[in-house]
């Protein structure tokens, strides 16, 4: 795993969001406690600094960040619409690999590695 997928999901989970369902963890989780919180928040800000470390400062704004309902929407609008990957990458300010990743979590390309070779 790298380092911005790491960051994002680590960062949800700080928010206390399920970083693969969107959804606000329910009070009376572990993700709920302010101990919990604190650590995460600590876990981000290492991630962070690790990133800037390693040289992923040229990175879109909104890397590893986490997707919300409103911009899975949009992307998928948009997508639809028939804007392009490195367009799509510049509107929701995240790299061509995160949108990529992102249309085909949300079913709307293949998976990579079953595109047929051409």
Do not use: C
């Not at 949800?12 to 406690?33: K, M, S, V």
């Not at 919300?68 to 690999?97: I, W, Y």
């Amino acid at each position: 795993m790298q380092i911005p997928e790491a960051l994002e999901i680590v960062r949800a989970l700080a928010d206390g969001i399920d970083p693969n369902t969107g959804e606000i963890f329910p009070e009376g989780t572990p993700y709920q406690h302010p101990q919990v919180i604190r650590a995460l928040m600590t876990a981000v800000q290492a991630l962070e600094q690790r990133r800037n470390d390693k040289g992923y400062d040229h990175l879109p704004m909104r890397a590893g960040k986490a997707w919300d309902k409103a911009e899975d929407e949009q992307l998928v609008r948009d997508f639809e619409a028939g804007v392009t990957l490195v367009q799509l990458a510049k509107r929701h300010e995240r790299t061509r690999g995160s949108i990529r990743s992102r249309l085909e979590k949300l079913g709307k390309i293949p998976p990579l590695g079953n595109l047929p070779i051409k």
